[in-house]
Structures are given as structure tokens and as C-alpha cells.
């Protein structure tokens, strides 16, 4: 495996996601304490400290808790407990995963997460752009028909759907996934689907659809700590076939071993009811938000985009026409007024092959799409994020 390149996006995370007055660059909800995540969880305080003060530190089993696995195996119809391993993180499914399956080539939304291509490119996998376009409105588009033509004709080994998608917030409609899956028994590529936003992924069901089938060339990876901000939880699975997890557990045995105790018993209670007001106040709070975000851009003098359809994070432009140099400058005037969004130069959009294709034929729609624009994260609570949306437009 080759060394993995700087990981772009962490850098300016790291620098703003604790000093920012308003931190609009995070992908996942608003800071939760484990008090809020277990008393809207049904649990009464009493109750808390009971059952925390009797957790025994030893190792948690390899797999994970049964009983977890066996709610994760509930939200993903055909699968059994078996099915199901408990890992630190999506981020560590997602890395055991492609070390198993080791693929020579990897179609995927470009652009995107770069978790999801640097570890096939480490692994020497090649990289299928399937690209995402923002138009002349700022709005992210995909077309159908050029995304099944090059799966038909590149015939990769792995297609991974990032359903919601990061950074550009669109949700993949399930007859055109099916349609994929299609395209994937064709060419007998395997099918990955990254749902860790599947509990934001549609407006009035708590769960959105998966991609998962019981099938051996099926895998699924996903988690809540975003949707539900807690991501210092570091939990996650993955949902696949036996003997591919059971060669995952084994490499997992090397690195983290086993999910921390009490991780896994906050997330046994948070997950055990979909129906608490946990998930309540935060589907409450990321519609209010989608609101706020749809009335500022509609009024908006400096920016433009689209609210997201799923998830947490859109991509927005500037109304200004700048190029690359002046916009730096004004990410880092909006940067020192207190304001911190992620630059989506750090998720290298504007660097790919499609990209600069597109910038050569004038046909660039969005400037988006050269890297001029910014991803933002609507995790804030809906107060400060209004009070922010009105300060950046000051700003800008």
C-alpha cells in the first residue's frame, strides 16, 4: 500500500473548528453532550449514572455488541446479525473494506469525500470520475445517462455511491441507484453505498432508503454520529457478506481491535428508539435550518447555490466574479471576522481531469466547479446559524 497524501480538508478544520466564532465548516450537527444523547434518548439522569459507573473496561466482543449489531441489522432489510461489524468510525470500515477488496478500479462522485478515493489510489486502484456539475445557479447536477455510459464502458470493479453526497448535499433517487445496481450485476462489479447521512436523508421518514441487498458483492457503511453530532463517538459498521467482514476483523485485530465499552452502550441507547426525541429535535432542527439556509439564499447579495436535499453540507458560489487569487483573499477576510467555512479548494474541486475540460471549452457553468466557491456545514443550532448566514453577508 503507498503512502497516503496530506489529508487537505483537516488543516483548515483543525485550525477553526475550536476558535471559530461561527464554525459553518464542519459536515456533521451541532456538538452533543452525552447528557443530551441519553436523557432525549428516554434515559432519566439516575438511570445515567447507574448504568455508566457498572460498565466493565474490558475488551467489547470483536464484532461488536450482539445487541447492536442486531439493531444495525434491523435498518438494513435481508441482512442477519452476522452481517454486521461494529467499527471505529466509518472512516475504519471504509479502510478495512478496500483492503479486502483490494479493486483494480473504482468509479465513484467526483468530486468527493477524499477518503473515498485516496485509499484506492493508495491501494493503486485507478479513479472513474463519475462527475457532479454545478450549473450557472449554483445548483449540483449529475447526468444519468453519462454516468451509466461510462460504468458500460469503463466497467469498473468497484462503484461506490456516497448517497447523500458531500459536498454538493444531493440525494440519489432510488430508480436511478436501481439502475446502477443494474449496470453492476452486467459487469460484476462490486457495489459500495456510503450512507453515514441516511438519517438525513429524507424529509419526513426517519431513515432513508439503502442500497443494501444480501448479496456477496453488496457492502454498506454507515453511521449517526454526524447527523446527530457526536462525532467524538467514533462508531460506525459495515453491512456485507460474512467471510468479507470476517477477513476485516481479523486486519481490525491489528489496529483498534475492538469498540471502546461505553461507546458502544451510548450508541445501543441512542439507537435502540428512532421515535425519541433525540432524532425528533434533530430532524426538527435540520429542517428549520434548510429553511433558513432557502430564505437567505433567496435574498442573498453575495452568494447563491441550493439548500441540500440530504445531509448536512452544500456547496455555495459568490455572486462576484472572482478568480482563484482574490477569492483566497476573501475566505480569509471572512476567516479573521470570525467566520469559518471549509474552501472547497480543500476537497480539491477545480483539480480534476472534468473539471479543467470544462474550464479549456468556457463551459464552465458555476465557478464552483474551478474551486471557487465553499463548502457549508448547516450543523449549527438554527439561532446561530441565521445570526451567521446575516454576518458572512455583511462580510461578503
Same mark, same amino acid.
Request: aromatic share 10%.
Given at each position: 500500500?503507498?503512502?497516503?497524501?496530506?489529508?487537505?480538508?483537516?488543516?483548515?478544520?483543525?485550525?477553526?473548528?475550536? #476558535?471559530?466564532?461561527?464554525?459553518?465548516?464542519?459536515?456533521?450537527?451541532?456538538?452533543?453532550?452525552?447528557?443530551?444523547?441519553?436523557?432525549?434518548?428516554?434515559?432519566?439522569?439516575?438511570?445515567?449514572?447507574?448504568?455508566?459507573?457498572?460498565?466493565?473496561?474490558?475488551?467489547?466482543?470483536?464484532?461488536?455488541? =450482539?445487541?447492536?449489531?442486531?439493531?444495525?441489522?434491523?435498518?438494513?432489510?435481508?441482512? #442477519?446479525?452476522?452481517?454486521?461489524?461494529?467499527?471505529?468510525?466509518?472512516?475504519?470500515?471504509? !479502510?478495512?473494506?478496500?483492503?479486502?477488496?483490494?479493486?483494480?478500479?473504482?468509479?465513484?462522485?467526483? =468530486?468527493?469525500?477524499?477518503?473515498?478515493?485516496?485509499?484506492?489510489?493508495?491501494?493503486?486502484?485507478?479513479?472513474?470520475?463519475?462527475?457532479?456539475?454545478?450549473?450557472?445557479?449554483?445548483?449540483?447536477?449529475?447526468?444519468?445517462?453519462?454516468?451509466?455510459?461510462?460504468?458500460?464502458?469503463?466497467?469498473?470493479?468497484?462503484?461506490?455511491?456516497?448517497?447523500?453526497?458531500?459536498?454538493?448535499?444531493?440525494?440519489?433517487?432510488?430508480? !436511478?441507484?436501481?439502475?446502477?445496481?443494474?449496470?453492476?450485476?452486467?459487469?460484476?462489479?462490486?457495489?459500495?453505498?456510503?450512507?453515514?447521512?441516511?438519517?438525513?436523508?429524507?424529509?419526513?421518514?426517519?431513515?432513508?432508503?439503502?442500497?443494501? #441487498?444480501?448479496? =456477496? #458483492?453488496?457492502?454498506?457503511?454507515?453511521?449517526?454520529?454526524?447527523?446527530?453530532?457526536? =462525532?467524538?463517538?467514533?462508531?460506525?459498521?459495515?453491512?456485507?457478506?460474512?467471510?468479507?467482514?470476517?477477513?476485516?476483523?481479523?486486519?481490525?485485530?491489528?489496529?483498534?481491535?475492538?469498540?471502546?465499552?461505553?461507546?458502544?452502550?451510548?450508541?445501543?441507547?441512542?439507537? *435502540?428508539?428512532?421515535?425519541?426525541?433525540?432524532?425528533?429535535?434533530?430532524?426538527?432542527?435540520?429542517?428549520?435550518?434548510?429553511?433558513?439556509?432557502?430564505? !437567505?439564499?433567496?435574498?442573498?447579495?453575495?452568494?447563491?447555490?441550493?439548500?441540500?436535499?440530504?445531509?448536512?453540507?452544500?456547496?455555495? &458560489?459568490?455572486?462576484?466574479?472572482?478568480?482563484? *487569487?482574490?477569492?483566497?483573499?476573501?475566505?480569509?477576510?471572512?476567516?479573521?471576522?470570525?467566520?469559518?467555512?471549509?474552501?472547497?479548494?480543500?476537497?480539491?474541486? &477545480?483539480?480534476?481531469?472534468?473539471? *479543467?475540460?470544462?474550464?479549456?471549452?468556457?463551459?464552465? &457553468?458555476?465557478?464552483?466547479?474551478?474551486?471557487?466557491?465553499?463548502?457549508? &456545514?448547516?450543523?449549527?443550532?438554527?439561532?446561530?446559524?441565521?445570526?451567521?448566514?446575516?454576518?458572512?453577508?455583511?462580510?461578503?
Amino acid at each position: 500500500m503507498k503512502n497516503l497524501r496530506t489529508f487537505f480538508m483537516e488543516d483548515p478544520l483543525e485550525n477553526n473548528r475550536f #476558535k471559530a466564532k461561527f464554525n459553518l465548516g464542519e459536515s456533521g450537527g451541532r456538538p452533543r453532550t452525552v447528557q443530551e444523547l441519553l436523557t432525549l434518548s428516554d434515559l432519566s439522569e439516575e438511570k445515567i449514572v447507574q448504568e455508566f459507573l457498572k460498565i466493565s473496561l474490558c475488551d467489547s466482543p470483536n464484532w461488536g455488541r =450482539p445487541d447492536l449489531r442486531e439493531i444495525v441489522s434491523r435498518m438494513h432489510a435481508g441482512s #442477519k446479525v452476522e452481517n454486521v461489524l461494529i467499527t471505529t468510525g466509518t472512516s475504519e470500515a471504509l !479502510f478495512l473494506l478496500f483492503r479486502y477488496l483490494k479493486p483494480k478500479s473504482v468509479a465513484l462522485a467526483i =468530486p468527493g469525500f477524499q477518503l473515498l478515493y485516496e485509499l484506492p489510489l493508495a491501494l493503486e486502484s485507478e479513479i472513474i470520475p463519475l462527475p457532479v456539475r454545478w450549473n450557472q445557479n449554483g445548483i449540483p447536477t449529475i447526468n444519468e445517462s453519462e454516468w451509466l455510459d461510462i460504468l458500460k464502458e469503463k466497467k469498473p470493479e468497484c462503484i461506490l455511491i456516497n448517497n447523500p453526497h458531500n459536498p454538493s448535499g444531493l440525494v440519489l433517487s432510488q430508480e !436511478f441507484i436501481d439502475k446502477i445496481m443494474q449496470i453492476s450485476l452486467e459487469i460484476s462489479a462490486t457495489i459500495i453505498g456510503d450512507e453515514h447521512y441516511r438519517f438525513l436523508s429524507h424529509e419526513t421518514q426517519q431513515l432513508g432508503f439503502t442500497i443494501y #441487498k444480501n448479496s =456477496p #458483492k453488496v457492502f454498506v457503511t454507515g453511521s449517526f454520529i454526524k447527523c446527530l453530532g457526536c =462525532p467524538g463517538l467514533r462508531i460506525g459498521w459495515c453491512v456485507g457478506p460474512t467471510e468479507a467482514l470476517s477477513y476485516m476483523q481479523n486486519e481490525k485485530n491489528y489496529t483498534t481491535h475492538t469498540v471502546n465499552p461505553i461507546t458502544e452502550w451510548i450508541s445501543y441507547e441512542v439507537l *435502540k428508539n428512532f421515535e425519541s426525541k433525540l432524532f425528533l429535535y434533530m430532524k426538527e432542527e435540520w429542517l428549520e435550518t434548510k429553511r433558513i439556509l432557502k430564505n !437567505f439564499l433567496d435574498k442573498s447579495q453575495a452568494v447563491y447555490g441550493m439548500i441540500p436535499n440530504g445531509g448536512l453540507v452544500t456547496s455555495l &458560489g459568490l455572486k462576484k466574479n472572482y478568480d482563484i *487569487k482574490s477569492f483566497q483573499y476573501v475566505m480569509k477576510t471572512v476567516e479573521k471576522n470570525g467566520i469559518f467555512v471549509l474552501p472547497l479548494a480543500a476537497m480539491e474541486v &477545480g483539480s480534476f481531469s472534468f473539471q *479543467k475540460e470544462m474550464n479549456l471549452n468556457s463551459n464552465h &457553468g458555476s465557478n464552483i466547479n474551478q474551486g471557487i466557491g465553499f463548502r457549508l &456545514g448547516l450543523g449549527s443550532s438554527p439561532q446561530d446559524f441565521k445570526s451567521a448566514l446575516e454576518a458572512l453577508e455583511l462580510i461578503l
